[in-house]
């Protein structure tokens, strides 16, 4: 049972993570806690049950395999309560049958395993601004260049731009720090999730990448490398 000491600010949510993988629960806490929101840690369903009901949160994630109470049970028995906190089931049945399982068992949203974290930050932020939270970002603007999180569309001066899912999370990472230059250890460990340098050119590569899809066809470059430094987005006005 890990309670976070921090307290969220008008910006940040309280989001309690129901899961007993414990590296993917770390993992998850960790990256939610980089994009600004406050995340605690439950490692069964007992234990999940007993922090939830313990204090308010804005959103749960939930994993629907839990050791002592699975997740639905859990979800089941908050709803019992009459506790109407939005919850993300996590879960690696991901047939129709599956997802609907889960959502008429309570929860109100369904993601399967594997997934992207971009999109369950973005489903998660969702659901706590449907329930009246703060103000949250799921379009990124820089210039003309648009980034929805959570249909995972990029355009640029209306035109539509496929990225790759890796280019998609570099170019998100660089928008939410639109006019603050971004440092290679910054891109390693919040889009690679590295926290050693692998000594490798795979920054390069992909800024290059990023670069040539959403800079191809325009006149005005967004994506300024900052010698020494890193990166940095910005309109050159």
Known sequence: MVFAESKPDLASMRILIIEDDHEAAQYLVKALREAGHVADHAGDGDEGLFMATSRAYDVLVVDRMLPKKDGLSVVAALRGRSDTTPILILSALGQVDDRVTGLRAGGDDYLTKPFAFSELLARVEVLGRRRGGSDIETVYRVGDLELDRLS????RGGKPIVL??????LL??????AGQVVTRTMLLENVWDYHFDPQTNVIDVHISRLRSKIERDFDKPLLHTVRGSGYIMRTDD
């Open 152 to 155: 995972h569309e990029v355009r």
């Open 172 to 177: 998100e990472y660089l928008m939410k720090h």
């Open 164 to 169: 790759q899912p890796r280019e998609f999370r």
